[in-house]
């Protein structure tokens, strides 16, 4: 039933606001539905807490720790986000940026990618996969686009063309990995399901999954945004509506992560080698570093967080090639952490560009003089986002670089200097906005505190003492991850 609830809220959600999105309660139903699909994915973990993974719907659906917590993760920064854009959404509206019928639009295409990101995550069936990770492309492509300047649409088709073909290529690594699973598991949709490739991964032709997981590994990491696939992520993140860019950049990317992570553990069950963590490994800290100098350049809020984003699903990528307990307890604690504050810091982005009419950072002064909450809640949340204690980001890359100091030495370097740019970049940029005297142009605004304030404490909590059930938590996950 929790499992049912959380597929079907979503779904239904975006059908109710397909018609009435434009209308005044539309952003409290908007909120409604994410907090019930919240409360049904809390209602899940638990199931699976107490009784361990399970399949549901005639093995079409499949829940272990891994997905559930993921899935508890986007439903959570789902909700908070539909906090925050009832206030930002109604400015942008009051401003005329956009109308009666794309807040309908904004509030239905809202709900369906969620309802497309649970279904990549719960789905049993890597084909399934596929088709829902190509829906939440599409509902995100034409949000992206919302506001239908000519730079919003050139960000749309950016975003189109390039995850069109990373997902056409995702499409023919799962047409690869099919024919591997045919010959020992025969013909049918048997032979697509996760539970029924997992306990065959020694069987399957190491050959043909090698292969395969090169195509996939382009494909899904063009939506994770690795180098030097990653051109679309920054033009979608500074067009698009600022909550459509903190659940890209805090769930989407996650989404296609996870999609890479199941890979990898068939290839590895199958070669019996590290190829496919090499693989990982060498896309993950090759986007460490371009991000990190990349940083050094923007001039655009938005787009500097944006390679912030690509920095750090570098370092999660990284950290589940490298493999171990600690590096893949390291890239758990990382995913969590990092959408947590990069939705956060999103959150006050948004409303800083409102206050100064602009996501140009040379325009933006006097943050927390001009709304000390929404200052202070940007140079905390980019406090936490590199990795400065005691937030989590410090403990997680704490994790990962003590793995790579063990097992990869030789890396150690890199990932350092990776670290250090991207602190000195993002401070030295955000700085000069959250303090000094306020310009005469920034004008007051009703901000959405709540949901930054959330974030960041759960990140400063995560950071100080690592919840029992938690820690259990990953540790299962980390087991099913070898």
Known sequence: MPLLILLSVPLFAAIVLAFIGDRKYAPEINILGSAATFAAGIALALEVYVKGPMLAGGNFFFVDAFNVYLAVLTSFVSMTTAIFSRRYMRKERQDGHVGPIRMRFYHAMFQLFIFAMLLCLLTNNVGVLWIAMELATLSTVLLVSLYRTPSAIEAAWKYFILCGVGIALALFGTVLLYFAAEKVLGAGGEA???TNLSQVSGKLEPTVLSLAFVFLMVGYGTKVGLVPVHNWLPDAHSEGPTPISAVLSGLLLNVALYALVRCKVLVDGSTGTHHAGDIMMGFGLLSIIVAAFSLLRQKDIKRMFAYSSIEHMGIATFAFGLGGPIATFGALLHMLVHSLTKSAIFFTVGHASQMHWTQEMDRIKGLIRGNP????????????????????????EFLILTAT?????LLTPFLLLGFAVAFAALFRRVQPMVTGPAPSYQRPIKAAHIP??????????????????LNRWFHTAVELLK
């Open 452 to 469: 930054v304030m959330l974030h960041m404490a759960l990140v400063l909590v995560i950071g100080i003492y690592m919840p029992d059930f």
């Open 405 to 409: 100091m063990k097992d990869a030495p």
């Open 192 to 194: 697509l399901l996760w």
């Open 373 to 396: 909450l929404v200052g202070w809640g940007m140079m905390f949340g980019v406090m936490a986002i590199v990795g400065m204690p005691p937030f989590g980001v410090f403990t997680s």
